[in-house]
């Protein structure tokens, strides 16, 4: 089986922080399950650093690259099939990189792993 992580279980799996569900944690940890990170998460933690409302222990591409290696996460690309699908989701909510993964869930057949229940508002399959 295969599976996304929404950018907030990305971060918590790999600091080990108690808010990542146990299920959630279990799934990821499963060597039989492909796990996919996009790269829209990727671009949301370098904008959210840029802000100063997220900090890396260190450099950011290290430290990003070191995890995916570490943790067996495969990256999502972003593919124009992606981002028309963004095109026509309703407006659930405004938050763009949530709406790009949702559309990757979408056309991959990729279930979430979040904790997010605005998610479900969108037909996508979602493990917590």
């Known amino acids: 089986m295969a599976y996304l992580l929404d950018t907030h279980t990305f971060l918590w799996f790999i600091i080990d922080d108690s808010a990542l569900s146990s299920s959630a944690k279990m799934l990821i ?11 829209a998460s990727i671009w949301e933690m370098a904008i959210k650093i840029s802000l100063g409302k997220l900090e890396m222990p260190t450099p950011f591409d290290e430290f990003i690259n070191v ?39 979408l056309v991959e057949q990729l279930p979430i792993i979040g904790v997010d229940s605005i998610f479900d508002a969108y037909g996508v399959k979602r493990y917590w």
Not at 29 to 39: A, C, G, K, W
């Open 67 to 105: 995890q995916i290696y570490k943790n067996s996460i495969s990256l999502l690309g972003i593919t124009t099939r992606h981002v028309g699908t963004v095109v026509t989701l309703p407006f659930h909510h405004r938050d763009p990189f949530d709406r790009l993964i949702v559309a990757q869930s």
């Open 29 to 39: 940890e499963n060597p039989e399950h492909t796990v996919y990170l996009s790269i």
